[in-house]
């Protein structure tokens, strides 16, 4: 059954029983638990915008294999004009949620997987992809969100895979069988993991030919025995069960909502997985993944950060500085970073190009790029935030004082900014801002898509040195 | 009754029945409310390092009105050095605590007005500082934690206090009696407001002489008939009410904890009033409370940084990364950061001076810088520590998972680090660096003892660019 | 006749006999002049670059006047392609020759004439566009090289053209005759002044209504009576005339290489007159001007970063530094930097559109956002390359000493870097560095295509700021 | 004979008959060679402040040997006091020249020598502490200018001494004879080399017990025989041949002016021999100059900023733009950044403390704070200036077109300003700009006194990371 509607997508996952744990308890239905609703909301917006008319078209896209029209989350670039309509279609719907939307990261799987298995089968024959491409058929065909599973724990950093002292602490193959692999370990910062009904489960590294067993790609369904998700604390989550005004964001929280996906055995059929133990292709898997996941970066962001701009114009109005030369400088700031990150997802877009599968790549020098300034722009946009905001942000009274029939008329009184503005939409813009620039949000900018010296080293890779010192010798003269 | 130990110091609040409000509701005894309880323990240390022997030298000093030995937190600044133990006091306790300890806000409060009573009483014949002293030589006496009532409301601030819809927006003198004065109005933003004493009220900036009814300096009792207080709320507030883990600094929180103050026609003594309608005399007043405030935040956030630096390393070697030149490097920035504020605290100290009153007064341009620095550098100190400490800081399970029957044993095995860690030990330090690098924290750096702009003001006022325009024309040849 | 290769442009130069200054003195043939050599190398490059077969694809276009193939830096931008491969070829000519090749500021000025011509015609019946098309036929055909005229030297920057003491501080028409306009005035900053054929006059800013006589588009001879050029000190400019050692990058200089170019009564022939007191129409071309000149900051000065990052990398070889792990992550940083200007130049062409003149435009915020990169960026990669090339870069000895009978035989054996390189080779290397990472070079990336306040400015401007205050209301409830 | 007055030091040059080479040729006098009379300017400021009776207390002191007044620059510090004043000493000398005056750099010398040999013969039983006594009496009644030769050539940096193809890359013992050694090698970098009168050569690093050759301590005479001096290009070094308008800061320069200084077969006599093998104390002694050196930069480039900061708030006025909030805000943030690094100054002089010698020393953590900034800061305030100047400083035409007969007048209708303010003074204080913020005074400003990683590396050794850990374990409840 295909998931068309909103209400198509929130039943799936209320009759899918899989199992997730928050603050130490099973919850049997997220669609009804504060905790998750915000985010099943945020992803609910990809399915939204592709029933919008106005939307339609950076929303969906043609399948290359069906040639139906399909939800563009699901789909394989075909040129780099997709490239850039992806870019276009986060930052309209970070625009919509303020917040990680979610479903980009199992895109990325998607079409990473679809390259590298097409790449495994030229060199070795096997039949990954013919595989793979039936499973992207019924993704495309039922609409399912899927999660892209690639961080492990990785226990001690210092050491492979096979070093570790418990062996789990990369996902791994544990059996092979005749109808298919079990698999034990967990997955990590599984973006919207409790609200997905597939993983697709990626290798974490690079890995060298001892570490087979854990160079796997495969599908499993999140309801599948043994999957547990246990989901994961964030900047002010209890706010959550509290009024809509301390939550800030309350419709669609301030991050995609984390879990960790823990594998116990877990039995994968044969025709769900896509590599295993091909250890010379987890390199390049992790390289595309990682290319078009930090692509996205400058377009999610760039949208979450637009709305942190509207909402430290609306504090300095309604508090009266906003004609302070000093706040309309911040201001130009803050889009200026803001624009710098967008660039970048543009530019790495505009410069992709056809990999041997067909599928359209981004420039992975310049995704890179993109992806290490929002490591830093975000936090600065934040910081101007609090800037502009004022100390305000940080002593802001309880909704429940607010409401209070004691102390009330004072939180209403004192929290007054210019006339004409009522206090308790001063005190909502406010705490947008405050979940919107806090904790989690920043850490999720700085290491989503990986870490900041996983994009610096890739400048070591990619930066094409040798070319640059050729330059520099033919310049000043000097022949060696 | 003279406050001794951090029982005394608790006593005294039990018994004060003062009226603070949290999340709507009175709190009866904040000495047992979880909310509060953090930020009593923080206070007490100010009493509690007076106490040991290794830190009596910095924590206590001698009146230079009685000759007696007192809380240092009390006492008149009576040379350089004076000032440099200020700032070395500051960085200590932030050591012990890791968060605001709240009691140097009064001091300077108490500073700044015994400096400019003076200087009132010399230019108009008045008497406010021999009134000052007597309530000086009561709060050395007894010990009593005094708040810095600085900044109102201000409601909209593009317009002075006289211009306001609301007179009450800048706390004001309604009446004047035989016995005293009638206030009302507020202050915002009271560090340390709930487990205080006594609040010394001063006007929160220049006022022109219609405004006469503004400029009001006096000492209030927060348990004076018409004095409301209401908490704000922070980042993670709910936390303080769950476990210890999750907390993560659980005996002293993540910064001062504030208040919004009321006075609802308030009546205050004549005795206990320290300027009332000087106007000419505000200007001067708020730069002292601010210069002084601003002198302390390389000594309190450096101290509060190192911390921070600590808790990374661990972070670091709890997951293996130690070792990698860029977390060395990351480090070693952070370090470089703490010593830069640090360093703007302790040379304005040394570059201090005697004011007309004898009490003397750090350099206000380098202290201006000092707290410039600190609305920068305490932001990169937190970006940092997200770097190095991961991801995972934005998506670690719950303290309730660790115990959790069903899925405490896949928390125990996921959050595994290097051998011989303890996995919540691991957790414990990350969510340590969680709580001290997210919202409030931040936000208090930005705007406690001023918004950057109003440093940014002061090189306007204070950098001598008459003399700096001079000694380039002499360089450049031009004689005009 | 057409100018198709490096000796037809030189040729040209030599006949033209325009009047050009030097340190105070008339020079009769520019072409064989120190001062002047490296800059013609430069922009000869633009010519070069057509004739081989490798570049002819970026370096070439098809007019879409004639069908005729000719230099692409005459031509008119038919796409968004058209749009990316400017930006790629100034790239790739920067790699050529390390310094500002001069051409593309002409360029510019005839896309944005063009545009402007065809609004101006469309709005008010005039035929200024099919002038400027006879006009830009004769460009095409001939190959000559254009100078865009923007900046004027503005004299008290608080005052309008009609209000400074002398009118003559912004040029202008100063009589309307039958046979054409008499104008005085002059003009900044031209680039490639000394050695163009042409110079394209525009407006300096958005005009008012009273300021007509400066509301002035025209194309100008260089040869034409009263032009007068007044050739623009550098950074150690007096190294031409030395050895090319101490020159460091001695082929192509450092700058482009600017004149004040003089308008002493120029008359002007109606036929070159594409906007004569039209001042509704100022402010767009100044805008469409500094966008494509915006636009082009990434690829050039990428191109010129990446020599300063090759250069930078073999100084570390040099000295033996280079596997240090902070001289890697430095040049990370300078490849990050230099990646980032150059996607922000990228990402306006991908996201360019067509004018109503059919001409191509690219995104302006983009744009402005690109340029706003450069002028902080350049000036960091020329730290990072100033932290990594070591304090030799500012005492080395001179050639001079090298090449001394005395002291020749010190140089050599203390200059010594690792075994194997050549002293010598080491300092063209340095002394490359230095010329590339000083004075001149770092201002012309601060204020080419304006300076940073101007881009500050159109964020307010076109940073949809409305639009982004929309998104926030609707995320935190406000009505309003 | 003792060197009082100015006239008294040029005179002691001229009879010195030392040998220095400049641009390949060996100049006779320096002190009426262009080339090397600014730099002799800025160190006769030393002497000449001496003798003015407002600088007195600053630039005298009295020797704790002979208790005679002496010139603060040969005094070994006796007290935190006197750190401080030599911190303002050196900021008031940046103002008087706008540039270095070189002597801090043995005045340092002087001081790491004094306490490190003290050390040595408090260990091993020398008597190297009363040999240099004597040799500081000499200097301290002469007078005489001091070289610190601290960096050696260092060949392949990735190489001890002893493992270099040419062992004189590192300065060393060649031979022990009974009258004294005789040494070969080279310093770089020697401020103010050439119009001084003695060096005192240190190690460059910490050496191994293999490297015993290289450990050496010694004074040398400049004019000894086998001491040659080859002076180093400097940013813009001809324009000391033109005229003084395009010279800048044409009485003093921009830079120190350094010195490459060849030991060729120097023999030095035992009583100027301080260490001589004594590897242990290497490390300690480059330590203490490095520390004492650090000290310096916040006071002296702080002088030197204040002048830049002058220099572009006069641009700025001369052209109308000092009213612009944009202006004001950058120039605040100048003089930030300028405070920043003088604080840093002054803090590490404050917490000095007494070594075993009863020299004092300053914080050396805090001095490494200090010149880390400066590495950065200093960019930052040139990079500022830049932006202020405007373009011009680019492309401002040669002094001799000023002058021109032809030319001039153009040149003085365009260069003008605001009204009242004539060209030619514009144009001095842009040039005196641009050569303070070029080249050669950026690279001191990073280089000088350790290049960045030296103090990066000092973070790791000096910052206390296993006393933060504690206190981030104690704060999480960690026990381990």
């Given amino acids: 059954m295909r998931i068309t509607t909103k209400e198509d997508y929130i039943r799936s996952l209320k009759e899918q029983h899989h199992v997730v744990y928050y603050n130490g308890r099973r919850v049997e239905d997220i669609t009804v638990h504060p905790a998750f609703i915000p ?15 106005e939307s339609e078209d950076l929303a969906t896209a043609v399948s290359h294999i069906t040639g139906q029209r399909i939800n563009r989350f699901t789909h394989i ?11 276009q279609l986060l930052r309209a719907i970070g625009h919509e949620t303020g917040s990680c939307f979610q479903r980009c990261v199992g895109w990325d799987a998607l079409n ?24 992207l058929r019924m993704i495309q065909s039922t609409n399912k969100m899927v999660v892209g599973g690639m961080t492990d724990p990785k226990g001690d950093r210092s050491r492979p895979p096979g070093k570790q002292s418990d062996p789990d602490l990369f996902t791994r193959v544990v059996e092979r069988r005749e109808d298919g692999v079990v698999i034990c370990g967990a997955k990590a910062h599984q973006t919207g993991g409790a609200n997905s009904h597939e993983i697709l489960v990626m290798p974490t590294q690079a890995m060298a030919e001892e570490d087979k067993d854990w160079a796997l790609t495969c599908a499993v369904s999140l309801n599948a025995p043994g999957v547990v998700q246990i989901f994961g604390r964030q900047t002010n989550d209890e706010r959550k069960f509290g009024g809509r005004l301390d939550a800030g964001n309350p419709d669609f929280g301030l991050v995609g909502g984390e879990t960790l996906i823990v594998f116990d055995h877990v039995v994968v059929p044969w025709e769900r997985v896509f590599m295993c133990g091909e250890t010379d292709f987890t390199g390049i898997l992790v390289e595309r993944f990682a290319t078009m996941h930090r692509q996205n970066y400058g377009g999610c962001k760039g949208g979450v950060s637009d709305v942190i701009i509207g909402a430290s114009a609306l504090a300095a109005e309604y508090q009266g500085t906003h004609k302070a030369s000093h706040i309309r400088e911040k201001l130009a700031e803050m889009m200026h970073l803001t624009e710098t990150i967008y660039a970048g997802s543009v530019a790495c877009s505009a410069m992709g190009y056809k990999t041997p599968s067909g599928a359209y790549y981004p420039d992975p020098l310049l995704a890179n790029c993109t992806k290490h300034n929002v490591s830093r722009h975000v936090y600065e946009v934040a910081r101007l935030a609090h800037d502009i905001a004022g100390g305000i942000l ?31 939409d001063r005190m ?24 900041p010296q996983t994009q610096k080293v890739m400048y070591g ?5 040798d070319m640059k010192k050729k330059m520099a010798k033919r310049l000043a003269g000097v022949d060696q």
């Avoid at 890779?461 to 040195?465: A, E, H, Q, S, T």
Wanted: aromatic share 8%; charged share 25%.
């Fill in 39 to 53: 985010h099943i909301n945020a992803a609910a917006k990809t399915y939204e915008m592709a029933l919008r008319p």
């Fill in 461 to 465: 890779r990619l930066g094409k040195l």
């Fill in 394 to 424: 940080a002593t802001m009274p309880f909704e429940q004082d607010l409401r209070s029939l004691d102390v009330g008329r004072y939180v209403e009184k004192y929290m007054a900014g210019v006339d004409g503005i009522r206090s308790e």
């Fill in 428 to 451: 909502r813009i406010l705490r947008l801002l405050e979940v919107m620039t806090g904790g989690t949000a920043l850490v999720e900018s700085m290491h989503g898509a990986g870490s």
């Fill in 112 to 135: 990473a997987t679809y390259m590298t298995t097409f790449d495994i089968d030229q060199k070795l024959g096997t039949d990954y992809h013919q595989r793979f491409i039936q499973y």
């Fill in 77 to 87: 670039h075909q040129s780099t004009n997709d490239l850039i309509r992806k870019v």
